[in-house]
């Protein structure tokens, strides 16, 4: 089955930036598409980036769009978010996702078809 493990979370200042990390195994990465969502207590998971198999093709969430960016390693394994210009409302747990569906928006953009979930990583911004 896929494993996921993040990292790179911390406690950064108001306009800082971050680079979280997901290191995949158990499966061939190349064969899923990958995604981050975030969640806090009490709200829904939400969609932050989605990054296809052969990462020629990405989406993000409309709230993150122009701060973050997605990537991914295929010979490493690996998966990568870059966000910038941190603010307080991007204060959550930090998700790392993968999902062998169709690389379609309206079906990566949610978290139903992501069978593969990593522990998340805590993204506290401090103002």
């Known amino acids: 089955q896929v494993q996921l493990v993040e990292s790179g979370g911390g406690l950064v200042q108001a306009g800082g930036s971050l680079r979280l990390s997901c290191a995949f195994s158990?499966?061939?990465?190349?064969?899923?598409?990958m995604a981050w969502f975030r969640q806090t207590p009490g709200k829904e998971r939400e969609f932050v980036a989605a990054?296809?198999?052969?990462?020629?093709?990405?989406y993000y969430g409309d709230s993150v769009k122009g701060r973050v960016s997605i990537a991914r390693d295929n010979a490493k394994n690996m998966v990568y978010l870059q966000v910038n210009n941190l603010q307080s409302e991007d204060t959550a747990v930090y998700y790392c996702a993968a999902t062998s569906s169709s690389f379609l928006k309206v079906i990566v953009t949610t978290p139903s078809p992501y069978t593969g979930w990593g522990q998340g990583t805590q993204v506290t911004v401090s103002s």
């Open positions: 990054i296809s198999r052969s990462a020629d093709s990405t």
């Open positions: 158990g499966r061939t990465f190349s064969s899923y598409a």
